[in-house]
C-alpha cells in the first residue's frame, strides 16, 4: 500500500501557541488532504490542496489555519494561537490518481494544555 | 439531516457470525463511495471500494444502491480480528472533498 508519512507522531503544545504539522504523500502526488479527529468522535475534512493552491476546505478550516508546501515533497498544517478544542488527531491523505479513494498517514495527535 | 449517516452500534457478534452495516447519504450527487476500517488510535485504512454491481472480497461484500441512496457492507464468518470501526465514505468529485459517516463499532468475541 501508498506510504503516507506524517511528523511528529504527538505534540503537546500550550494554548496560544504555534505549531506545524508534517506530512509527506505519496511521490508525485500533486492532491492531498487534511483531516482531523477529535477524540471519539468522526473524521471531519479540514482542506483540499492541489497544485500549491487550497482547492476546498471546511468551515472549520478558519483563519487559524493554513496549509503550505515549503519545498518538493512536504506539506504543512499550520495553526495559529492554537485553542484548548484544537486537541484531536490531523491526518494527511494522499488520493489515488482518480483522487477518490484516500491513503492516510498514521496522523499526528495534537494535545493542547 | 447528516450528510452519510450510519448504523449507530456498537455490534457485538460471537465469532462465526455474520453481520451488515448499513449507510445513507444525502447528497446524489455523490460519485465515490467506500468502506474503510478504523482500529482505535490508527489511522482509517481502505477496506474497499462500493460498486453498483456489488462486490466482494473474500468474507467482505460491499453494496451500493444509487436509487435508495444506500451502501452496505457484510461480513461473513467473522473473525476477532475483525473488531474495529467501519467507516462508510462518500466521495463529491464537485466537492473535491470526501465525507466520513460517524463509523460502527464492530466486536468480534469468542
Known amino acids: 500500500e501508498p506510504e503516507v508519512t506524517q511528523t511528529p507522531s504527538h505534540q503537546v503544545t500550550q494554548m496560544g501557541q504555534e505549531v506545524i504539522l508534517r506530512c509527506v504523500p505519496i511521490s508525485n502526488h500533486l492532491y492531498f488532504y487534511w483531516y482531523r479527529q477529535i477524540l471519539g468522535q468522526k473524521v471531519e475534512f479540514l482542506v483540499s490542496?492541489?497544485?500549491?493552491?487550497?482547492?476546498?476546505k471546511s468551515e472549520i478550516f478558519d483563519d487559524q489555519f493554513s496549509v503550505e508546501r515549503p519545498d518538493g515533497s512536504n506539506f504543512t498544517l499550520k495553526i495559529r494561537s492554537t485553542k484548548l478544542e484544537d486537541s484531536a488527531m490531523y491526518f494527511c491523505a494522499s488520493p489515488s490518481t482518480r483522487k477518490t479513494e484516500a491513503f492516510f498517514g498514521q496522523g499526528t495527535r495534537l494535545t493542547v494544555v | 439531516r447528516k450528510e452519510v449517516e450510519q448504523d449507530p452500534g456498537p455490534f457485538n457478534v460471537p465469532e462465526g457470525a455474520t453481520v451488515a452495516f448499513n449507510c445513507t447519504y444525502s447528497?446524489?450527487?455523490?460519485?465515490?463511495f467506500f468502506w474503510y476500517r478504523q482500529d482505535c488510535r490508527k489511522e482509517p485504512k481502505l477496506l474497499m471500494s462500493?460498486?453498483?454491481s456489488g462486490n466482494e472480497d473474500g468474507r467482505f461484500t460491499a453494496q451500493l444502491n444509487r436509487a435508495s441512496q444506500y451502501i452496505s457492507l457484510l461480513i461473513r464468518d467473522s473473525k476477532l480480528s475483525d473488531s474495529a470501526t467501519y467507516l462508510c465514505v462518500v466521495y463529491n468529485t464537485n466537492a473535491g472533498k470526501s465525507t466520513f459517516g460517524d463509523g460502527t463499532t464492530l466486536t468480534v468475541k469468542p
Open positions: 447528497n446524489s450527487a455523490s460519485q465515490s
Open positions: 462500493v460498486y453498483s
Open positions: 490542496f492541489y497544485n500549491n493552491e487550497i482547492s476546498e
